[in-house]
């Protein structure tokens, strides 16, 4: 089992930058694929990045490519997104979560974190 929480979010300029962490706790989690999502109210939870297990290999939505950086380190049991050139539409709560699977979709993700807030003014 695996227990997450999200910090690093915040208000920033537009393009401006951010960095999330998810801390881990649990005895497998170099065995979990890492993601992370957003959401807005009233709206479907968006997928952003995901990386695997064990070689770092990693999945990104097109509207973040080039900007965002998902990153693991299994010693310390956390998770990173770096969010470059942010802009308004970035703005959301930001999820971490863990699955058997590397996958874009969260129903096949088990673990979550309670999220943090990013905003991106204009």
């Known amino acids: 089992q695996v227990q997450l929480v999200e910090s690093g979010g915040g208000l920033v300029q537009a393009g401006g930058s951010l960095r999330l962490s998810c801390a881990a706790t649990?005895?497998?989690?170099?065995?979990?694929?890492m993601a992370w999502f957003r959401q807005n109210p009233g709206k479907e939870r968006e997928f952003v990045a995901v990386?695997?297990?064990?070689?770092?290999?990693?999945i990104y939505t097109d509207s973040v490519k080039g900007r965002f950086t998902i990153s693991r380190d299994n010693a310390k049991n956390a998770l990173y997104l770096q969010m470059n050139s942010l802009k308004p539409e970035d703005t959301a709560v930001y999820y971490c979560?863990?699955?058997?699977?590397?996958?874009?979709?969260?129903?096949?993700?088990?673990?979550w974190g309670q999220g943090t807030q990013v905003t991106v003014s204009s």
């Open positions: 649990g005895r497998t989690f170099s065995n979990y694929a």
């Open positions: 990386i695997d297990w064990a070689f770092g290999a990693s």
């Open positions: 979560a863990a699955s058997t699977k590397v996958t874009a979709a969260p129903d096949e993700y088990a673990y």
